[in-house]
């Protein structure tokens, strides 16, 4: 196990709280993931969202948020909930990660934080339901008004059995092609509006606060010069299930 006895409560509001008190428990727990070169311009590229949970050590994002570069990949870091957007980006509160774990299949990744924990989130330990009403946290617009999360609300529209787009020809790889023979797994689409921003963010119950999934991806229609224009509405998250077994792996 990566951490044992892993505890998974902190900030979780209390069971059958309003979305506001949800809401409020959870956006500490949320951070913006990227890339921090000292000597580039701007010096934090913003990759995706993430979210504390465990032991604060650990945060839970999507593979697709890792950048694919060696050496990008060594200047992950993160910025917390709220970080300020400001001019003098040498005062950028970054924290450094490094990655745990990574699950391709199912776009998932555990990083650990060098340094004092974050705020936390509780995993739920029950399957969505159809119909369930749920909240997403995340930065949909990748840091472009500052690094404060923002909340979309919707419900579970449907659960099916889904198979993730294979990568592009360029990174098919024998491993990519071990992945595509995979049977398809369970994904919960949702009919809150997300953006690629939010990729790796939490999916709430928006009663309790636990975590149902990570927001994956967006369907676009026309193409991605349209997706803030005219967005269609229509989300995807992981269940919360596969990140458990994630963080369990040997």
Do not use: C
Request: zero cysteines.
């Amino acid at each position: 196990m990566l951490l044992a006895g892993l505890a998974w409560a902190t900030a979780t509001a209390p069971a059958r709280a309003g979305l506001p008190e949800v809401v409020a428990a959870a956006r500490p727990a949320v951070v913006a993931i990227g890339v921090f070169d000292p000597l580039a311009s701007p010096r934090f590229t913003f990759r995706g969202t993430g979210f504390g949970v465990g032991d604060g050590r650990l945060v839970a994002t999507n593979a697709h948020v890792l950048p694919d570069d060696p050496q990008a990949l060594a200047q992950l870091a993160l910025l917390p909930a709220g970080a300020p957007r400001t001019g003098n980006e040498a005062q950028l509160p970054v924290r450094k990660l490094v990655v745990v774990s990574v699950d391709r299949l199912r776009d998932l990744a555990v990083l650990r934080l060098e340094g004092p924990p974050l705020p936390t989130l509780t995993l739920a330990t029950q399957p969505a339901r159809e119909g369930q009403a749920v909240a997403l946290i995340g930065f949909p617009l990748g840091g472009l008004l500052g690094f404060s999360p923002v909340t979309h609300r919707g419900i579970v529209a449907s659960i099916a059995p889904f198979a993730l787009p294979p990568p592009d020809a360029a990174r098919l790889d024998a491993a990519a092609v071990a992945r595509l023979r995979q049977p398809p797994f369970d994904i919960y689409q949702l009919d809150a509006t997300a953006y690629p921003g939010n990729s790796g963010g939490p999916l709430l119950d928006a009663e309790t606060g636990q975590v149902l999934g990570l927001v994956n991806m967006v369907l676009v229609k026309n193409g991605r010069e349209s997706l803030l224009s005219s967005p269609s509405g229509i989300s995807y998250a992981i269940p919360v299930s596969h990140l458990r077994a994630l963080i369990d792996r040997p």
